[in-house]
């Protein structure tokens, strides 16, 4: 099954600066990669996605890449504020069992602070 | 709308006890999960239900059962609760569409 590492687990960054998460993904048949922002005592929430046709995506300060080739993508946070200080997790969506549900796999999970 | 609500929000049990978390949407998705959440693993998904009356084994299913009677609701069961089901519990739900729109979670603490 579809294997997905994310790094790193902890992450501090001055605000203003960038930050930078990186997930690597096993099965390369997977088509469809989101970032999830997960606020302290909530639930994650999807935050932007990308689908394996296509290489970069952005939105407004929030950007992601993938790399098919090297089964790997990243999130780009530019400009950080102490607000995107949250727990962010990468996952990919791929063929779990023969009967061809697609499920989500994610990953381990990084807690980024923004320190103002 | 309300989205994806959870209850309850946190509960304690004694090793062998059981328990039902209740997962309620309000948006007519066909799909729903139940995910649990521990330190440094992600999240992983317990069961899932493509649609009322259906329900499946995700990953890790063992000690846990599921029903979805309804469309709007999908309810988890811990039969004889263990130590080892101490965890936090998220119930999603989506449309045909992939965006997982995810509840506030269930804290659940076995002793």
């Known amino acids: 099954g579809e294997n997905v590492e994310q790094h790193p687990s902890t992450l501090s960054v001055q605000e203003g600066d960038s930050a930078v998460i990186k997930c690597t993904y096993s099965d390369s048949a997977s088509n469809y990669f989101p970032w999830y922002k997960q606020e302290l005592g909530k639930g994650p929430q999807l935050i932007i996605d990308i689908r394996s046709n296509v290489g970069e995506k952005k939105d407004q300060r929030i950007a992601v890449t993938l790399n098919k080739t090297a089964k790997h993508f990243s999130l780009h946070i530019t400009e950080t504020q102490p607000e995107d200080s949250a727990v962010y997790f990468c996952a990919a969506k791929s063929y779990w069992n023969s009967g061809g549900y697609q499920k989500v796999t994610f990953g381990t999970g990084t807690k980024l602070q923004v320190i103002p | 709308n309300a989205g994806v609500t959870q209850t309850p929000k946190f509960r304690v049990l004694k090793t062998g006890q059981s328990m039902t978390l209740l997962c309620a949407q309000d948006m007519n998705h066909e799909y729903m999960y139940w995910y649990r959440q521990d330190p440094g693993m992600g999240l992983r998904l317990i069961h899932y239900s493509v649609g009322e009356g259906t329900t499946a084994k995700g990953e890790v299913p063992d000690g846990y059962n599921v029903s979805r009677l309804k469309k709007q609701n999908f309810l988890l069961g811990l039969e004889s609760a263990a130590p080892s089901q101490t965890s936090v519990y998220f119930c999603?739900?989506?449309?045909?569409?992939?965006?997982?729109?995810f509840g506030p979670g269930t804290r659940l603490t076995v002793t």
């Open positions: 999603a739900s989506r449309t045909s569409g992939d965006e997982q729109y």
